[in-house]
């Protein structure tokens, strides 16, 4: 496995939260493409979206479900400053994940967390493991304890 599928399975296992990777060998870097190969709806997947403070450059992970747009307005009020996507470059370095590959699981402390409450409605959700074509699936509310994530209505 990828060191960054290895930091995700890591991450699982010391919050508590048991899940499989699969490995499903064709992209899920998508809401739609992940759908159609995890066998559930896109409102089931839970879209892992960096951005970047403008002035502060510290990032921020927003995660919503794949059928939802992030409303900035309310992502900039929480953060407490203006957002910007942040650059792929920038992503990498500071999380070890590739842009289509950044996973709920294993940031490092600097990054802060929000899931929109959306994602709480559903039984199950599938999210991003590390790589390209990695998932996993999980219960939403362990999910997002699991990913030290604040949970706020951020879409529009």
């Given at each position: 496995m990828?060191?960054?599928?290895?930091?995700?399975?890591?991450?699982?296992?010391?919050?508590?939260?048991?899940?499989?990777?699969?490995?499903?060998?064709?992209?899920?870097?998508?809401?739609?493409?992940?759908?159609?190969?995890?066998?559930?709806?896109?409102?089931?997947?839970?879209?892992?979206?960096?951005?970047?403070?403008?002035?502060?450059?510290?990032?921020?992970?927003?995660?919503?479900?794949?059928?939802?747009?992030?409303?900035?307005?309310k992502?900039?009020?929480?953060?407490?400053?203006?957002?910007?996507?942040?650059?792929?470059?920038?992503?990498?370095?500071e999380?070890?994940?590739?842009?289509?590959?950044?996973?709920?699981?294993?940031?490092?402390?600097?990054?802060?967390?929000?899931?929109?409450?959306?994602?709480?409605?559903?039984?199950?959700?599938?999210?991003?493991?590390?790589?390209?074509?990695?998932?996993?699936?999980?219960?939403?509310?362990?999910?997002?304890?699991?990913?030290?994530?604040?949970?706020?209505?951020?879409?529009?």
């Amino acid at each position: 496995m990828s060191k960054s599928i290895d930091r995700v399975a890591a991450a699982a296992r010391e919050a508590g939260l048991s899940i499989e990777i699969v490995r499903m060998g064709e992209s899920t870097r998508t809401a739609e493409e992940a759908a159609r190969q995890c066998g559930c709806t896109v409102d089931q997947i839970v879209k892992s979206l960096v951005f970047a403070g403008e002035a502060s450059g510290r990032l921020y992970l927003f995660l919503v479900s794949g059928s939802r747009k992030l409303d900035l307005d309310k992502a900039n009020r929480l953060a407490g400053e203006r957002l910007v996507r942040a650059d792929p470059r920038k992503v990498r370095e500071e999380t070890g994940f590739a842009i289509g590959g950044v996973s709920p699981l294993g940031h490092p402390d600097g990054v802060v967390r929000f899931a929109d409450e959306t994602l709480l409605g559903f039984d199950e959700v599938w999210a991003a493991a590390g790589a390209h074509d990695a998932v996993f699936a999980a219960e939403p509310k362990a999910l997002v304890n699991a990913a030290r994530a604040t949970v706020a209505n951020l879409v529009v």
